[in-house]
């Protein structure tokens, strides 16, 4: 017999205890209360005359050793009654608790998808099992995201891993390889050595955003968004693309670092996601109690039912289109970041190609 059984056994035996004593009690207060005014009830006896209407004689009615003697033995009754009674209602009482341990024991065994479904009557023990249906469905959402984001991330390592070894293993078996093809060679390693680099910061940098806010400062996401655009107009001008600003200032609160994240990734999506003469529009502006952060740029044209896709790691509109596809994090570290600072995120598809993406976070006053 295991502990939890004896808790579980405890727990009914109190409960019944419980129940049998104020059953018990019940049954106490009803003979006082019924028995102590017989006492005093004195029984008329009419004496004479059948017809005669007067009363010559009275009586005593039951009399006191008769009425406790009564009352002892209907106390004593009462008490393998009050027990038995106060046993089934906890049984009762627990039997959907019980059902919720069992299935809880098997769903942490890994079956993920089993479900309580208590089902009726409404009341708080049923109220109890839906939410925790709603945890075991948002728990399994979890980690079939999380084993689909693992098969994800081994992928893209591995790739530039066998990359990496065959390049080494090929100049490593030329035996005529002279200086040049060895540095050349040396030097595509470190293209796939960067290539993993920026992965792997990439990884890091999202699950730095779904970690949370760890520190609360006073940004202007104008100055933030200015700094963003100094150190990509070099790129975007090698791609043809004209970046646009207009910045009024927006003052929130937040983690500066994931802010400037959430900014360089929306940009460089902007930029990468783009065609030759394209154009990227920034406005940040404050409307009420809320600042808004609007990045727009052409591009090709998205389906409307893929944008919600497109933020979920590892997940691209185009694969392996000019060889610019990044790695399908910068959209996902931007909900994670979102999400981080309770911000709203809307995205919607433009009719002549490209997004136009808005992030609403709340003013700093």
């Known amino acids: 017999m295991t502990c939890r059984q004896l808790a579980r056994r405890s727990l009914q035996k109190r409960l019944a205890l419980a129940y049998a004593a104020g059953i018990y009690a019940a049954g106490v207060v009803v003979l006082v209360f019924v028995d102590l005014p017989l006492v005093s009830i004195q029984a008329a006896r009419p004496e004479g005359h059948p017809s005669s209407s007067a009363i010559t004689e009275t ?17 004593v009754v009462l008490i393998p009654v009050a027990l038995a009674l106060g046993w089934y209602v906890a049984g009762r009482f627990l039997r959907p608790l019980r059902a919720i341990t069992a299935t809880a024991k098997v769903i942490s065994a890994g079956n993920l998808h089993r ?15 839906h939410t925790l249906d709603d945890l075991f469905a948002r728990l399994e959402s979890s980690f ?34 002279d200086a040049d093809a060895l540095r050349s ?19 890091l940098t999202l699950a730095t955003s779904e970690r949370g806010v760890t520190r609360w400062d006073t940004v202007d996401l104008a100055h933030v968004v200015e700094g963003v655009l100094a ?15 207009d910045l009024a200032p927006a003052v929130t609160a937040g983690d500066p670092r994931l802010m400037e994240s959430l900014v360089a990734n929306l940009i460089d999506n902007a930029i990468r996601h783009n065609h030759a003469d394209g154009h990227v529009k920034v406005t940040t502006q404050t409307s009420g109690a809320q600042v808004a952060l609007t990045v727009a740029n052409t591009g090709p044209v998205v389906p409307g039912d893929q944008i919600q896709r497109l933020f979920h790691p590892f997940q691209k509109l185009a694969p392996a289109r000019h ?4 790695y399908g994090l910068g959209l996902a570290i931007v909900d994670a970041v979102t999400q981080a600072h309770r911000a709203t995120l809307t995205a919607g598809a433009r009719p002549e190609g490209g997004l136009t993406i808005t992030v609403r976070f709340a003013a700093c006053r």
Do not use: Y
């Not at 098969?151 to 591995?158: F, G, Q, Y």
């Not at 060679?185 to 990884?203: F, I, P, T, W």
């Open 144 to 177: 079939d995201a999380q084993r689909h984001f693992v098969a994800n991330a081994s992928h893209e390592l591995r790739t530039p891993l066998a990359g990496l070894r065959t390049l080494l293993e090929v100049a490593l078996a030329d035996p005529d390889a």
């Open 323 to 326: 060889g610019r596809d990044g």
């Open 231 to 245: 150190s990509r107009r070099d790129q975007a001008r090698e791609a043809g693309i004209d970046l646009a600003e």
């Open 59 to 75: 009586g005593p009615g039951i009399s006191l050793p008769q009425l406790l003697a009564g009352s002892a033995v209907a106390l």
């Open 115 to 129: 479900r309580l479904d208590l089902g009726e009557p409404t009341d708080e023990l049923t109220e109890l099992g």
């Open 185 to 203: 060679a040396c030097q595509e390693a470190l293209a796939l050595g960067g290539h993993q680099e920026r992965l792997v910061q990439a990884l």
